[in-house]
């Protein structure tokens, strides 16, 4: 008995598989397509503008578009400011020290609590960098669009 239980598991099991293998996938995978990050005029990895260019475009909204000048709708990004703070230690001897300020953002351009910030406190050497862009297409379809940084001179 015990070997026709045996029997019919293992020639069920290769019924199963083979039944398996006629069934045909009719997604095919999706390739994105590549994706441009920009701000204003400005449309690379990284920008090196001076304190005023920067202030002049910070205040634009993000886009998000393709190759063929297809728009995306930002889900998300994260903004990163990385400041140059002057410390001093106890013999009375500045130095500088970097430090970062972040927030994720569902809207584009920045909060003018942020922009305010920005203009008050921007310096030479410092990074304003959009990251973690995440846009969806007309369909839903969820991608990452690259960063985007500006250097200030």
Not at 133 to 150: E, L, Y
Request: proline share 5%; with cysteine.
């Amino acid at each position: 008995m015990k070997k026709w239980i045996s029997l019919i598991i293992v020639c069920g099991s290769f019924s199963f598989g083979f039944s398996q293998g006629n069934i045909k996938s009719t997604n095919k995978p999706y390739k994105p397509p590549k994706l441009i990050t920009s701000l204003a005029q400005y449309h690379d990895t990284l920008q090196k503008l001076t304190r005023d260019q920067a202030l002049a475009v910070i205040a634009s909204p993000l886009q998000i578009n393709d190759d063929k000048k297809v728009v995306y709708a930002i889900s998300s990004y994260q903004f990163i400011y990385k400041k140059r703070n002057i410390s001093e230690d106890e013999t009375g001897k500045k130095y500088i020290t970097p430090s970062m300020t972040a927030h994720i953002f569902k809207t584009t351009p920045l909060s003018p609590i942020w922009l305010d910030n920005i203009k008050a406190q921007l310096k030479t050497g410092e990074v304003l960098w959009f990251t973690d862009v995440i846009v969806k297409d007309n369909k839903g379809r969820v991608m990452f669009a690259p960063d985007f940084k500006i250097m200030i001179l």
